[in-house]
């Protein structure tokens, strides 16, 4: 099982590959293997790459 901090680093490094997407923008918490996002995107599509 990865750890918390492998996991947001993981959907880091995803964000950071997704042009479309400023991952600055958005926050990541893990907590026990779960994951809260939160942020804004610039539009409504890409909220669900």
Same mark, same amino acid.
């Given at each position: 099982?990865?750890?918390? =901090?492998? &996991?947001? @680093?993981? &959907?880091? %490094?995803r964000?950071?590959?997704?042009? =479309?997407?400023? @991952?600055? %923008?958005i926050?990541?918490?893990?907590?026990?293997?779960?994951?809260?996002?939160h942020?804004?995107?610039?539009?409504?599509?890409?909220?669900?790459?």
């Amino acid at each position: 099982m990865r750890t918390d =901090s492998e &996991l947001k @680093a993981d &959907l880091l %490094d995803r964000f950071d590959a997704i042009p =479309s997407i400023e @991952a600055s %923008d958005i926050d990541i918490f893990v907590d026990a293997g779960t994951v809260s996002l939160h942020g804004q995107v610039d539009t409504h599509q890409t909220r669900f790459l």
